[in-house]
């Protein structure tokens, strides 16, 4: 287990969002990455979003990306745009769909992609 995941463990016990005897992988690091609030950090470095709990969405996913190379993962970050339209706000409620109107068209999207070595 290399550094920041021990610490992503650690400090996910100290704050009650590990079963007991519950151990942290990859899978379980994406997980609580991707559940953490995005709010930002004292700083964009690894150690400070886990020790604050809170990150930027690219500063977790830099960090979650960190964590999948020492565990054996292949990763790579990548950015996309998203654009609403009718067809992709369909299915949202009227009132987040008046939001999405009166707002900009599209989003930044990131994310950190595994791929097993080997």
């Known amino acids: 287990m290399g550094k920041l995941l021990f610490m992503?463990?650690?400090?996910?016990?100290?704050r009650g969002l590990l079963k007991s005897g519950q151990t942290v992988d990859a899978k379980?690091?994406?997980?609580?990455l991707r559940d953490m609030p995005d709010q930002r950090a004292s700083t964009r470095e690894?150690?400070?979003?886990?020790?604050e709990g809170q990150g930027t969405c690219s500063?977790?996913?830099?960090?979650?990306?960190q964590i999948f190379r020492?565990?054996?993962?292949?990763?790579?970050?990548?950015?996309?745009?998203h654009?609403?339209?009718e067809e992709t706000t369909a299915d949202f409620p009227p009132e987040l769909g008046e939001v999405v109107a009166r707002c900009q068209t599209s989003i930044l999207i990131s994310g950190s992609i595994p791929k097993p070595v080997g």
Do not use: H, N
């Not at 992503?8 to 100290?14: A, G, N, P, T, Y």
């Not at 690894?46 to 020790?51: F, H, S, V």
């Not at 500063?59 to 990306?65: E, N, P, S």
């Open 83 to 85: 654009r609403f339209t």
């Open 46 to 51: 690894p150690k400070a979003i886990i020790q």
């Open 70 to 81: 020492v565990e054996g993962l292949e990763s790579r970050v990548i950015m996309c745009t």
């Open 28 to 32: 379980a690091a994406f997980a609580l």
């Open 8 to 14: 992503l463990e650690v400090e996910s016990r100290k």
């Open 59 to 65: 500063g977790k996913r830099y960090l979650l990306d």
